[in-house]
């Protein structure tokens, strides 16, 4: 089966005041870290990016010849519109889709794995990482639910249709998921647990 993965990496940080995306953790940015961890699993990387092209793109260009990025021009309508064009992008090729967040600084290889080993051995349509009680991303996605990523638009995320299919998700437990970098808050307690 093809894996491909989404990194989605559009916002703009409006609420953190400079951009997340490039924010430093354990001595890379983010996004160069979850490339990193992307590139162990697929050869097949699409990153969506939005607010703050122009600044994250060079943090890119190491991993040229191995990812590819997308400009998505609605990217202040939100992350439904990321999804959106970046799964229509990689349908065609591929089989599955995994779709990760550039502001979750705990996914691992191990957790991805985790995510994988439960794909396969369920017979269910998509894997999704629970934390605070709450299915969230990562999220893996099969063929048959593409065309309702596709459909996703404005502030709605693969989250707003899943009640549609609670009977065919497996779930990963991912407490650190609901650690994100969206304020200035979130980044100084990050700061203080992890420094």
């Given at each position: 089966m093809k894996?491909?993965?989404l990194i989605l990496a559009a916002g703009n940080s409006s609420r953190l005041g400079q951009p997340k995306q490039l924010i430093e953790f354990e001595g890379q940015t983010l996004i160069e870290r979850i490339t990193e961890t992307a590139l162990l699993?697929?050869?097949?990387?699409?990153i969506v990016l939005g607010g703050n092209f122009e600044l994250i793109i060079p943090k890119l260009e190491r991993f040229n010849n191995t990812i590819s990025t997308l400009f998505n021009p609605d990217w202040q309508q939100g992350m439904?519109?990321?999804?959106?064009?970046?799964?229509e992008k990689l349908a065609e090729k591929a089989d599955l889709i995994l779709i990760l967040l550039s502001?979750?600084?705990?996914?691992?290889?191990?957790?991805?794995q985790n995510m994988m080993q439960t794909f396969t051995k369920s017979p269910n349509h998509i894997v999704s990482c629970v934390y605070?009680?709450?299915?969230?991303?990562?999220m893996i996605f099969d063929k048959s639910m593409f065309p309702q990523l596709i459909k996703l638009n404005g502030?709605?995320?693969a989250k707003s249709f899943l009640h549609l299919y609670k009977n065919s998700i497996s779930v990963v437990d991912f407490p650190e998921g609901?650690?994100?970098?969206?304020?200035p808050e979130d980044l100084e307690k990050l700061r203080k647990h992890w420094f």
């Open positions: 894996l491909s993965i699993f697929s050869d097949d990387i699409l439904g519109t990321s999804i959106s064009i970046g799964v502001d979750q600084p705990f996914i691992s290889k191990v957790l991805l605070n009680q709450q299915l969230g991303v990562p502030e709605k995320g609901i650690i994100d970098v969206d304020t």
